[in-house]
């Protein structure tokens, strides 16, 4: 059974900083794209950051580009997030999602984590 766990949430000052983890378990993730999400209040879930298998293919959304960054360790099988120079506009539910790198790229995932939530604070 696959299993995405997410930790490292919870409330920052505007400006700081916080590093989310994603532990995997149920699968090799070193055979899967993996990636970040988030939901805001009355917003729609959408991707935050992806990476491939290897490590050597990212993407970042527009909004997080030089402030966040995706890592993985596949002998950990756990994908983290950086999260730098933190906005009051980055609060949300944070989740973890898993499959193919492309699935994950447009938002479609087969697997996710239960979330863990951002706030930050002005």
């Known amino acids: 059974q696959v299993q995405l766990v997410e930790s490292g949430g919870g409330l920052v000052q505007a400006g700081g900083s916080l590093r989310l983890s994603c532990a995997a378990s149920g699968f090799t993730s070193s055979g899967y794209g993996m990636g970040w999400f988030r939901q805001a209040p009355g917003k729609e879930r959408a991707v935050v950051a992806a990476i491939n298998w290897s490590g050597g293919i990212t993407y970042y959304a527009d909004s997080v580009k030089g402030r966040f960054t995706i890592s993985r360790a596949n002998a950990k099988n756990t994908v983290y997030l950086q999260m730098n120079s933190l906005k009051v506009a980055d609060t949300a539910v944070y989740y973890c999602?898993?499959?193919?790198?492309?699935?994950?790229?447009?938002?479609?995932?087969?697997?996710w984590g239960q979330g863990t939530q951002v706030t930050v604070s002005s």
């Open positions: 999602a898993a499959d193919s790198y492309t699935r994950v790229r447009v938002g479609s995932p087969a697997y």
